[in-house]
């Protein structure tokens, strides 16, 4: 069996490659889902590094970790005005009639805004520094393993499982937290943690019975969802009172971008609302003792 070192290494290189596939597709912008696709294996790269940084020395850990981030940074901006551009129609639908030509100046104003973003994106992966930097991030998940980590030599599997379940009881100890009054950005890092458990579910599954976490998966995704649906709203307002604070906007913009912002916050209100359910249902019992059945160490053995 492989080192724990060298199968992260394997698989991060492995998502970093497949990232770049989508580089050509954001460079001709053929679709806003290659940004999308392109931040997802970015993501899912970092994620692993983090959750697996004791299988890798300081010096490798910290290397992959600030230049990954740095890779994933430059979509950032132009990620959150994909989304706000994508609700386009559905936000039409929310605002009377007598609102809709400032909502429709507004989106003029995010294309404009949009194509600034993706002339900077392009420009940035269009350059000899952005190729050897990820040249210098394969060339270093490709080196051989140093094996000074503390898990570093150790087998994959029994990593995984005790990274499974210790991220599922996180989700449950922070979930217990949650209120009616919980702040916005503790939702967030909420959010994040479920996005942790996600990944690890879908990286590994290979090692797990398709029975046994497909279920889990599903239970997770309904959280998942309500907490990203929770967040793009928190976005996308944030985005209406940047615009509210631009030069020469218009006053049919502004009542619009009130209007607006005044519908989000009720649908904000409203998946705040589903947070709680959720996370009861999947912190309850049954879907604990699934969690504990398939990824504790006094579980049936490994799963080839």
């Known amino acids: 069996m492989e080192p724990a070192e060298l199968v992260v290494c394997k698989m991060a290189s492995d998502l970093l490659r497949t990232a770049r596939h989508y580089e050509p597709g954001i460079i001709e912008d053929v679709d806003p889902e290659f940004v999308h696709q392109y931040r997802v294996n970015l993501r899912k790269c970092r994620s692993l590094i983090r959750l697996f940084k004791k299988s890798l020395s300081s010096p490798r850990y910290q290397f992959l970790s600030t230049e990954l981030k740095l890779l994933a940074n430059r979509t950032n901006g132009l990620r959150d005005l994909d989304v706000f551009l994508a609700d386009e129609n559905s936000y039409r639908g929310l605002l009377a009639e007598n609102l809709r030509p400032g909502l429709r100046q507004i989106f003029q104003r ?107 998966i599903q239970q997770l995704k309904i959280l998942q969802d309500n907490l990203g649906r929770f967040n793009d709203f928190s976005v996308q307002l944030e985005l209406l009172t940047g615009f509210k604070r631009s030069r020469n906007i218009s006053a049919e913009q502004l009542a619009s971008i009130d209007g607006l912002t005044a519908e989000l916050n009720k649908k904000q209100h409203q998946e705040r609302g589903l947070v709680m359910g959720n996370l009861a249902k999947f912190s309850a019992r049954e879907v604990k003792e699934l969690f504990q059945q398939v990824f504790t160490e006094s579980s049936r053995g490994e799963t080839p």
């Open 110 to 216: 995010t294309n404009r805004r949009r194509a600034t973003a993706l002339g900077k994106v392009i420009s940035a992966l269009s350059t000899e520094s952005y190729r050897r930097e990820v040249d210098r991030l394969l060339q270093n998940l490709e080196d051989p393993p140093e094996g000074i980590g503390k898990h570093s030599q150790g087998p994959i599997n029994p990593l995984v499982r005790k990274k499974i379940h210790r991220q599922y009881q996180q989700i449950c100890f922070d979930g217990n937290a949650i209120d009616a009054e919980t702040p916005g950005d503790k939702l967030h890092e909420l959010r994040i943690e479920c996005k942790k458990l996600r990944y690890l579910l879908e990286l590994f599954s290979a090692l797990f019975a398709k029975n046994e976490i497909k279920p889990l």
